[in-house]
C-alpha cells in the first residue's frame, strides 16, 4: 500500500467515526459551520503529512537528464577556473555543448507535446505562454491616484481602496413584491446523498483552495464521507435561510488588462470562492433553472446550460443561409417602411423642404455660371468637339473599308486554292 492511499484511508475513517447528527440539532448555521471545519482540519492534520515544497529555479520543460546535466556543467566550469588545467576545460566544453543540444532537444519535444493537446486542454498552452514570458506578477513599484507605493503592505492597500470604489452598497429596499413569485421558494427542497456527490464529483481538481482552505481535490478524494454532513448543511442553511459568513468570503486576485503596469487602475478583479459554497450556488442554479425555464425564450444564448456566442453565431448563420436559398428577405419592405410610418410627419416634411431648397440654390448657381461665361469661346469649344467627331468618324469607316478589302483578298486566295 502506498502511502498516498494511507492518507487517503485514515481520513476517511476518521470522517466516518464522526457522529454528524449535532448539524441538524444545532439549528444555528454558524456553529454548525465552525465545528464542521473544526473536524475537517483535524483529520488534515492527522492524515496529511507536511512537506516543504521548493520552487524550482529551471523551466517547467526542463528534463531531469538536462537539470544534472547542468549542474555538472556547473561543478566542471568551476573546477576549470581554480585549476586553469586546459584537460578541465575540454572537459567543460564537451558537457556544455551536450547540454545545448538536450536544451533544444526539451524545447522541441515540449512544443510538440503542447501542441498536441491544444484541442483538448487549451489551459496547457496558455500556462506554456505565460512561462515564456520574462515580467511574471505584480511589478515592486505601483501607482495610485498620483502615489507611489512601494512596499507589499502599500500595494495591498491600494488595491483594496481601487477595488472598494468600483463598488456602491445599495441599502434601499427593493422596489419589487416577492408575493407574486411564491412557487419560487427553495425553503421546500430536500437534498439528497446521492444528488451532492454528483455535484462534488464534478468540480475541478485543479482549482485551487478558497478562503475554507479546502480544495477540490480533498472533497472529491472524501466524496462518500463527506457528502452526508455537506447535505445535512446545505438543508440547515436552506431552512434558516441563513447563509454562513465563512462562506461569504473570497480571495480577490488583481488581473491586468491593458496599459501601464504599474497602473492600479489598469487591473481588475477576480474573486476566488470556496468550493463547498460553489456547490450551494450550483444547487440554486439547477432549481431555479428547473422552474424558469418555461419563461426563457429559445432564441436565448447567453448565460444558458449548453449554449453560447458559437451556437449563436451558428443559428445566425443557418437563419441567413436558409433566407437567401428559398429567396425570402431577413427584414420585410413592410418592416422597412415602418419606422418611416411611425415618424413625426412634420419632421420628414421639414427634411424634404430643406433638400428641395438645397437643389433649388445649385439650379440658381449653374444658371448664373453659365450666364457669365464667354458665349464665343462656349460655341468654339463645341465646334472644335464635333470636327474631332467627325474625323473620328472618318478614320473609322476607312478602317472598316479596308478590313473588307482585306478579307475578300483573303477569301478570293482561299478559292483558287481549292479550285487548283
Not at 366 to 373: A, V
Amino acid at each position: 500500500m502506498t502511502r498516498l492511499c494511507r492518507q487517503e484511508l485514515t481520513a476517511v475513517l476518521l470522517l466516518n467515526s464522526v457522529d454528524w447528527s449535532f448539524i441538524r440539532s444545532t439549528g444555528d448555521i454558524e456553529l454548525a459551520t465552525k465545528r464542521f471545519y473544526d473536524i475537517l482540519f483535524e483529520g488534515i492534520h492527522k492524515s496529511v503529512s507536511r512537506k516543504i515544497i521548493e520552487i524550482d529555479k529551471y523551466p517547467k520543460w526542463y528534463s531531469p537528464e538536462l537539470k544534472k546535466l547542468i549542474n555538472l556543467k556547473n561543478k566542471l566550469y568551476k573546477r576549470y577556473k581554480s585549476s586553469k588545467c586546459e584537460d578541465d576545460y575540454k572537459h567543460y566544453a564537451a558537457v556544455r555543448k551536450e547540454t545545448k543540444f538536450l536544451i533544444d532537444l526539451c524545447f522541441l519535444c515540449c512544443i510538440s507535446s503542447v501542441e498536441l493537446t491544444i484541442p483538448t486542454n487549451i489551459k496547457h498552452f496558455w500556462s506554456f505562454i505565460n512561462s515564456l514570458r520574462k515580467e511574471k506578477g505584480i511589478p515592486n513599484t505601483m501607482l495610485y491616484e498620483n502615489r507611489s507605493l512601494d512596499s507589499p503592505e502599500d500595494i495591498l492597500n491600494g488595491f483594496s481602496e481601487y477595488f472598494q470604489s468600483c463598488y456602491k452598497n445599495y441599502h434601499s429596499e427593493p422596489s419589487y413584491s416577492l408575493t407574486a413569485a411564491s412557487n419560487l421558494l427553495l425553503s421546500n427542497h430536500s437534498f439528497t446523498v446521492d444528488e451532492r456527490e454528483k455535484k462534488i464529483l464534478a468540480l475541478d481538481s485543479n482549482k485551487n483552495s478558497g478562503p475554507d482552505m479546502i480544495p477540490p481535490l480533498l472533497l472529491k478524494g472524501c466524496c462518500y464521507s463527506l457528502s452526508t454532513p455537506l447535505c445535512e448543511l446545505f438543508q440547515l442553511s436552506f431552512n434558516t435561510c441563513c447563509f454562513s459568513e465563512v462562506w461569504k468570503n473570497s480571495n480577490l486576485f488583481p488581473i491586468y488588462k491593458a496599459g501601464d503596469k504599474c497602473d492600479i487602475k489598469n487591473y481588475r478583479g477576480i474573486s476566488l470562492v470556496s468550493s463547498i459554497p460553489k456547490l450551494i450556488e450550483s444547487i440554486i442554479t439547477d432549481e431555479l433553472f428547473e422552474i424558469t425555464k418555461h419563461l426563457i425564450a429559445e432564441e436565448q444564448h447567453g448565460f444558458f446550460r449548453g449554449r453560447s456566442t458559437t451556437t449563436n453565431l451558428a443559428v445566425f448563420c443557418d437563419f441567413l443561409s436558409n433566407n437567401i436559398e428559398t429567396g425570402k428577405r431577413p427584414l420585410t419592405d413592410d418592416k422597412l417602411h415602418q419606422p418611416l410610418e411611425e415618424s413625426d410627419d412634420d419632421n420628414l416634411i421639414g427634411l424634404l423642404e430643406s433638400d428641395t431648397e438645397d437643389l433649388v440654390e445649385t439650379d440658381d448657381e449653374l444658371r448664373h455660371l453659365l450666364e457669365e461665361s464667354d458665349n464665343d469661346n462656349f460655341i468654339g469649344l463645341l465646334e472644335s468637339d464635333t470636327e474631332d467627331l467627325v474625323e473620328t468618324d472618318d478614320d473609322v469607316e476607312d478602317e472598316i473599308i479596308e478590313t473588307n478589302n482585306d478579307n475578300d483578298s483573303d477569301d478570293n486566295e482561299n478559292r483558287q486554292k481549292i479550285s487548283s
